[in-house]
């Protein structure tokens, strides 16, 4: 997360340096520059945000594949159905974040998306 933070930094230096050199050979104005210096932050802010949400998704998923690696059981809602999901009948593919009904189960080839599973701990 240090490194994403120093090019954020680096290229905000960058910008403002030619923004700077913009306004002394007098292309853009004062108020252009405040307006792109503007944008520019309200660009950052949304990325940063996009990105806090993407962490929070990720850490998610990976403590949902962690918890049915360990063998527990995790309950995944499939349209107004839901079902336990345990290593005993899904296989987990980590590829597409999927669990995948073993076959000799009544879930042979049922796809259920990890992100539509939750962990209820009941012990």
């Known amino acids: 997360m240090l490194k994403y933070g120093l090019i954020v930094v680096l290229l905000g230096f960058l910008l403002f340096l030619l923004l700077q050199l913009l306004a ?18 309200v660009i950052a802010m949304g990325i940063g945000v996009f990105t ?4 929070k998704s990720d850490d998610k998923l990976t403590s949902l594949a962690q ?9 995944c809602q499939i349209g ?3 079902l336990e999901a345990n290593s ?12 995948v009904g073993k076959e000799n189960t009544p879930y042979f080839r049922m796809v259920v ?11």
């Open 88 to 99: 005993e009948v899904f296989n987990f593919v980590s590829g597409t974040l999927t669990l």
């Open 24 to 41: 002394s050979y007098n292309i853009i104005s004062a108020k252009g520059k405040i307006f792109i210096a503007g944008f520019l932050v």
């Open 52 to 55: 806090i949400i993407q962490d």
């Open 67 to 75: 918890i049915f690696l360990q063998g527990k059981n995790l309950e």
């Open 80 to 82: 107004a159905k839901t």
């Open 113 to 123: 998306p990890l992100k539509d599973c939750v962990f209820n701990n009941v012990d």
